[in-house]
């Protein structure tokens, strides 16, 4: 099956689906014989040819300063297009509600292939960040759901998630699609785990807890120092583990510093080797994720795979299939609750690390397993798509954008198909030499 998988980060950017989309383009290529082509915004002095799939970066502008670190596509990148276009896709799989399916229905019109949406993100949370409250935002979030009502499968990453989309006004149909994790299930080995955490201050006997994501308020981080705070005031011994990076980290270590914890709190930065990565969570106790805007956490399926609970925000998104006590832990959203469940959790690290065990066995799911899933509903698409029988969607209003853009691109391959002396004649030489070279 020839796949096109659109998103609007992709390395050197690292988060959950740009994680998501390179373990889709890894397994489809290794494990079902695929070609994929992927398509994402351009980064500068960034080498996209180092990847075992065709990654076509498009034109971008810079808007990390209102969207944390995230550059934006822009939809007339004619030349790249025409790039995926000819690849000839049998199915197009968007996992950004923005440029990624705008740049899908392009692809769509001058293809015919079907549009797959995933949700992984509650956008309306980001697109607040970067316009504020109010008639903008409420404006956005009205052209991203007709542009998700416009393509012909919507997946969710849990059923929290869908919800949310619901919520947002989107009245369609979704199905489920549990992401998945690359960690294999166990835990490092002990030499592994010793060469990675030897530099940490990390005594033995004394409770490990970890964070792993990016350091954003959103995340619940404030939760989790207010609360190591407590457990530092009552006199309990710990460390704090937190990896990654975010626009928050500065505040964080300020507050810290007024806490009194620099002796308890470790940052580590950004870890981008996976095998590092799980020598830390196989070194940590308890994993803390009291986050109300992640539809999956893939985070806490990782910790899972190492054999590590998470304590998790009631009836959250991510906490969907952990029963407390049992395979993770249970808290509501301040930090009394979280400090009062630590501290007695901590105890018995016994149990804690039985209750680790339980989650490793019962929710953790691999990639390998999780893209398995798509595959198989990715061909019954493809035939439904090819017998007629999938469902037509109705017209959206940025229908004429999406067709004005799509001929214009046909327009462009026609033009680039042309032999070069005559491209040369209508240009004009030295104009033609300066387009050729963008």
Known sequence: MDICL???????????????????????????????????PRYPDTDYSVYPYKVVAYPSLDTARVTSGYRTGYLLSVREIAEMASFGPDIIHTHCPAMSTLMARVLQYETGAPVVFTYHTKFDVDIAKAVGEGFLKKETLKALVNNVTACDEVWVVSEGAGENLRSLGYEGDYRVMVNGVDFKRGRATAEAVKEVTDGYNLPGGVPIFLFVGRLMVYKGIPIILDAMKKLHDSGMDFRMVFVGSGDYEQEMKEKIAEYGLDKKVIFTGPIRDREELRAIYTRCDL??????????????REAAACGLATVLIKDSCASEGITHARNGYMIEENADSMAALLQEVCKDMDAVHRVGENAMNEIYISWEESVGNAYRRYEEIREEARDGT????????????????AEFTERFKKLMDLPEKIREDIFGEDEWIIRRKQ
């Open 6 to 40: 659109l998103n609007d980060s992709f390395p050197p950017i690292i988060d959950g689906v740009a994680n998501t989309v390179m373990n889709y383009a890894r397994i489809l290529t290794e494990n079902a014989g695929s070609n994929v082509i992927v398509g994402t």
């Open 390 to 405: 999938l469902k037509k969607k109705r017209k959206q209003k940025s229908d004429l954008l999406i067709e004005t853009t």
């Open 287 to 300: 994993f803390l994720f009291p986050s109300t805007y992640d539809t999956n956490g893939i985070v806490v």
